[in-house]
């Protein structure tokens, strides 16, 4: 089973279409536990806004999930996140319009240099009317998306927020 955490309500966008619009996040029901989970997805708002928040929890999942959990991360803020990625085994990053590019790229040049990060699950989520080129092959694209209406959880997930 998967958890989807809310970490942060708090984001620095402003985004039409966003998820976090059609959800009353306050009714979420608050995390009690990390037993039980087979991967946890760290999300928000934003995660990243609060950098040493995303490794106090994944260090508090490691010690206290089930042996071989997962954590990942969704996140839309590349800049400085190299520090964070060492706790997790992976995240999805969303690159929502053009100015998301340049902080991208300075990300993949960071991560030339450091081979056992290169060993982690990237997904790159590109927005329609968003361009870039040279995307290093350790990403698996999905490339011109859109906001999904309604934002349905998979079934087979727990969606909580941190208390």
Same mark, same amino acid.
């Given at each position: 089973?998967?958890?989807?955490?809310?970490?942060?309500?708090?984001?620095?966008?402003?985004?039409?279409?966003?998820?976090?619009?059609?959800? @009353?996040?306050?009714?979420?029901?608050?995390?009690?536990?990390?037993?039980?989970?087979?991967?946890?997805?760290?999300?928000?708002?934003?995660?990243?806004?609060?950098?040493?928040?995303?490794?106090?929890?994944? %260090?508090?999942?490691?010690?206290?999930?089930?042996?071989?959990?997962?954590?990942?991360?969704?996140?839309?803020?590349?800049?400085?996140?190299?520090?964070?990625?060492?706790?997790?085994?992976?995240?999805?990053?969303?690159?929502? @319009?053009?100015?998301? %590019? @340049?902080?991208?790229?300075?990300?993949? !040049?960071?991560?030339? @240099?450091?081979?056992?990060?290169?060993?982690?699950?990237?997904?790159?989520?590109?927005?329609?009317? %968003?361009?870039?080129?040279?995307?290093?092959?350790?990403?698996?694209?999905? &490339? &011109?998306? !859109?906001?999904?209406?309604?934002?349905?959880?998979?079934?087979?997930?727990?969606?909580?927020?941190?208390?």
């Amino acid at each position: 089973m998967k958890m989807r955490l809310l970490v942060t309500s708090h984001c620095n966008r402003a985004c039409d279409g966003c998820c976090n619009e059609q959800f @009353d996040l306050n009714a979420l029901p608050l995390f009690t536990t990390f037993k039980g989970f087979t991967e946890i997805l760290l999300t928000g708002g934003e995660p990243m806004l609060y950098p040493d928040r995303i490794i106090s929890i994944a %260090v508090r999942a490691r010690a206290n999930s089930n042996p071989g959990t997962k954590i990942y991360m969704y996140t839309a803020k590349p800049k400085d996140i190299i520090p964070v990625l060492y706790y997790l085994d992976g995240i999805c990053l969303t690159l929502h @319009d053009q100015s998301d %590019v @340049d902080p991208f790229i300075i990300l993949q !040049q960071q991560m030339q @240099d450091l081979p056992t990060l290169r060993l982690k699950s990237y997904r790159l989520n590109i927005f329609q009317g %968003v361009d870039i080129k040279n995307i290093d092959p350790i990403w698996k694209v999905r &490339n &011109n998306i !859109q906001w999904i209406k309604d934002c349905p959880i998979p079934q087979d997930e727990i969606l909580m927020r941190w208390g």
